[in-house]
């Protein structure tokens, strides 16, 4: 079977879940934390209905990805991500629950995180610099 082909500029604010055998999912930037949880569960073939919580959504993800095997979850455009207001907030808590209960790496990646101080993330610079003397 021939590798699957990717677009090379996914659409703004991608959601990428990597499982052990390698599949990637790119899909569109959800508004909310509980349509965050939806495409992830989407992705997996979780059945979602309108009346469950984001909690039962949740769960039923953090469940299908260890059982799987996903080792690798990154979040790209997180520079959008802005904790100060509610859907942000809700969506930050729900990132860090992800983080927390599935057994993966989690990444987060976005542009100039480190100009956002509402962004409790670590910056790498994009090459190695030496501290201290030699």
Not at 63 to 84: A, F, Q, S
Not at 87 to 95: M, N, Q, V
Not at 117 to 126: D, F, I, K
């Amino acid at each position: 079977m021939p590798p699957r082909s990717y677009p090379k500029a996914p659409a703004p604010g991608p959601i990428r879940a990597s499982s052990g055998a390698g599949r990637v999912r790119t899909g569109p930037a959800p508004a909310s934390a509980k349509a965050l949880a939806s495409e992830f569960a989407r992705y997996f073939g979780i059945p979602v209905t309108a009346r469950m919580t984001q909690a039962q959504i949740t769960d039923a993800v953090c469940h299908t990805c260890n059982r799987v095997g996903v080792r690798l979850v990154v979040i790209d455009e997180i520079h959008r991500l802005n904790p100060r207001t509610t859907t942000g907030a809700e969506t930050a808590d729900l990132l860090k629950d992800l983080a927390e209960r599935i057994r993966a790496t989690s990444v987060y990646a976005g542009i100039d995180v480190s100009a956002h101080p509402h962004l409790p993330v670590a910056s790498v610079p994009a090459s190695p610099r030496r501290h201290g003397r030699r």
